[in-house]
């Protein structure tokens, strides 16, 4: 069993920077797939970006290509998410997911432990 607990939302101007983090406990493996994902109200989640726990090449989509940064610290359990230059379309409550065999990242149906989320607000 694994548990994720995001942390690092809050409410910033546009073109401000926020810091994620997603910590795991339990059981998790460098071929582990690790992705932010984020939901604004009545929209439907929508993926973000991924890499393996062991890190290497990432994944991210377009809408936040150049402005956001996935990271992993696996000694210390924990994947990151900088996110700059933020947008209002930015606001959404992120979440962080495991997906023990996934090879669509950008498929949330192929996650198998979710946290509970961090909302961010980006005003204009």
């Known amino acids: 069993q694994v548990q994720l607990v995001e942390s690092g939302g809050g409410l910033v101007q546009a073109g401000g920077s926020l810091r994620l983090s997603c910590a795991s406990s339990g059981r998790a493996f460098s071929d582990n797939t690790m992705a932010w994902f984020r939901q604004a109200p009545e929209k439907k989640r929508e993926f973000v970006a991924a890499?393996?726990?062991?890190?290497?090449?990432?994944s991210y989509a377009d809408s936040i290509k150049g402005r956001f940064t996935i990271s992993m610290d696996p000694a210390k359990s924990t994947m990151n998410l900088q996110m700059d230059n933020l947008e209002p379309a930015d606001t959404a409550v992120y979440y962080c997911?495991?997906?023990?065999?996934?090879?669509?990242?950008?498929?949330?149906?192929?996650?198998?432990?979710w946290g509970r989320g961090t909302q961010v607000t980006v005003s204009s």
């Open positions: 997911a495991l997906s023990r065999f996934s090879v669509n990242w950008s498929n949330p149906g192929t996650y198998n432990y």
């Open positions: 890499s393996r726990w062991s890190g290497g090449a990432a």
